[in-house]
């Protein structure tokens, strides 16, 4: 049972173009969702993250949304670069049933060409 | 800073034995939790540790047991070991107070591979 789904397992833009990374949840209990980074041979890292009682959150280039109705958020990055090539992975976890258990999607890898 | 440290990086085993994996916490972080990346997948939670407690577990069988000591690292152990078991092992850390600011900082992984 999926319960975080990132559907597109890969994206392709130009460097200066936004990305547009999705990411949809099933369980109704998830209040905190968070966006991981990850590069080959390394951990994930964290980019952003945004709670339930939010519709956006935005840092720099990164721009996360959420849409409780639809159980769907999205990560935006404006200006794409190519430095930003690398998986991503949505995260949620039902922090208000206390605990703290990420529950990842499968992966998204962006590629940004020059 | 030292983040998460993780060891060993890469490991070989044996299908049936046993193997321990180690991780000591970013600085300040008293949580430690554990997840398997499958080849391909998004990383999967094994348990967490809070105060030297399994404070949660997900669905692993019972050979997968963990330890956290008084200085906060942590210890996952792997007994009797199977080809599915092969995988990314990686180590979180965090803070409960900022987790919802700086989210929970991972390891490196280590690189198990059981032949």
């Known amino acids: 049972d999926q319960q975080v789904k990132q559907n597109s397992p890969s994206l392709s833009v130009q460097e200066g173009r936004i990305s547009i990374l999705n990411c949809d949840y099933t369980n109704s209990m998830f209040d905190y969702f968070l966006w991981y980074k990850k590069y080959p041979a390394e951990g994930p890292t964290f980019l952003i993250s945004i709670s339930s009682i939010k519709d956006k959150n935005e840092d720099g280039r990164f721009t996360v949304f959420l849409n409780k109705s639809a159980k769907h958020l999205s990560l935006h990055i404006v200006p794409s670069q190519p430095g930003d090539s690398a998986v991503y992975f949505c995260a949620a976890s039902a922090r208000s049933s206390n605990t703290g258990k990420l529950i990842f999607g499968q992966g998204t890898t962006l590629q940004v060409k020059p | 800073d030292a983040g998460v440290t993780q060891s060993p990086t890469h490991l070989i085993k044996t299908r049936g034995q046993q193997v321990t994996l180690r991780c000591s916490p970013k600085?300040?972080?008293?949580?430690v939790s554990w997840y398997q990346q499958a080849l391909g997948q998004g990383p999967q939670f094994i348990f967490q540790?809070?105060?030297?407690?399994?404070?949660q577990r997900g669905n692993f069988p019972d050979r997968f047991s963990g330890h956290q000591f008084p200085n906060y690292s942590s210890e996952l152990n792997v007994n009797a070991l199977l080809l599915g078991d092969s995988a990314l092992y990686l180590c979180?850390?965090?803070?409960?107070?900022?987790?919802?600011?700086?989210?929970?900082?991972f390891g490196s992984g280590t690189r198990l591979t059981v032949v």
């Open positions: 979180a850390s965090s803070y409960p107070k900022t987790e919802t600011i700086y989210g929970y900082t």
């Open positions: 540790y809070y105060e030297e407690e399994e404070r």
């Open positions: 600085s300040g972080h008293d949580t």
